[in-house]
């Protein structure tokens, strides 16, 4: 058993994470400011003797009090409209909301684990992304305020590291999706899914050739865990290296819900990666993770659950 911190605890990635550690029989304290959290995600251990949420800005201030065995920081707008709508909160919470968690972890001899991003490679001119690619991406286009405070978080972890000797791990995360995905995010499943069971017209930005890879998140907690559990630094990419297009993912969401709703193509927005996918070797080899749901099979969860949301 151990004392968890979960900063972000109300979120997408954030709540499925709580839910493995409090099955495996750890204690977690959640904490969350509910900018794009959301209570519906937690309620259901609200009553669980081993979870205590704290709502609470980590960029201003995190208390948690008694033993703490590790703190993982996943407390991030990771929306691109909402993180658009507030660059400063994003960047406040990627910087000082990093160096306050960094600050509990270090001063309680706790492990920590930093959720990075596939984003720090921004429109990658290496590809697959491997671990020591150093990115291409533009520190101030219109996607900088979510990349480079991710970029500035990893930084901080090193810096912890060699200063005070912090047991960090770091993450980069490629693009998840699953059940608790908000309908109103912006990313691209939850988009299609939601537009095919509504019939609207599938929104496709650019020609639809750029490719993404999916990772379910079970496998994606499972890759968190493990990464937690060990004693590497990273970063290490967890994400699923199957790569699709735009198009044959809209196909594929079309025919899993029967849904007749059109393909509608938009312009491609300013810096959006043409392509993205990861190397895994080095969590194969240092974790021995690799994804096991592969994206028909996630999608169908996924789209049972939305279902079930606008029932």
């Known amino acids: 058993m151990a004392r968890v911190v979960v900063l972000g605890a109300a979120g997408f990635l954030g709540s499925h994470l709580v839910d493995r550690l409090i099955a495996r029989g750890d204690s977690v304290v959640g904490v969350d400011d509910l900018s794009s959290g959301s209570h519906r995600n937690i309620d259901h251990l609200v009553r669980d003797p081993r979870f205590e949420f704290v709502e609470a800005d980590i960029s201003e201030e995190i208390t948690v009090n008694g033993e703490v065995d590790a703190v993982l920081n996943f407390a991030s707008l990771a929306s691109p409209p909402r993180y658009f709508a507030r660059q400063l909160h994003t960047l406040r919470t990627g910087s000082q909301g990093t160096d306050n968690a960094l600050r509990l972890a270090t001063e309680r001899g706790a492990r920590f684990v930093m959720a990075s991003t596939s984003e720090v490679y921004g429109d990658p001119e290496v ?37 005070f000797s912090t047991n960090v791990g770091i993450v980069r995360i490629f693009n998840t999706y699953g059940p608790r995905l908000d309908r109103h995010d912006g990313r691209v499943v939850s988009n299609f899914i939601c537009q095919a069971l509504t019939g609207e017209p599938l929104t496709i930005y650019g020609d639809g050739r750029q490719t993404r890879s999916f990772c379910y998140v079970d496998d ?17 990419n967890i994400g699923n290296p ?45 974790l021995n993770w690799e994804p096991k749901i592969d994206l028909k099979t996630g999608l169908a969860r996924t789209i049972e659950w939305f279902q079930a949301e606008l029932d």
């Open 127 to 163: 590809h697959p992304q491997v671990e020591t690619y150093r990115g291409f991406v533009n520190p101030i286009g219109p996607r900088a305020c979510y990349d480079e405070a991710k970029r500035y978080a990893e930084a901080l972890c090193m810096a912890y590291r060699h200063e």
């Open 242 to 286: 199957g790569e699709f297009t735009m198009i044959e993912l809209a196909n594929l969401v079309l025919e899993l819900t029967g849904s007749t709703s059109s393909l509608e193509f938009h312009p491609l927005p300013t810096d959006d990666p043409l392509q993205r996918c990861p190397d895994i070797s080095k969590a194969r080899q240092l």
């Open 220 to 236: 994606e907690v499972d890759g968190f865990i493990r990464l937690l559990d060990s004693n590497e630094v990273g970063p290490i």
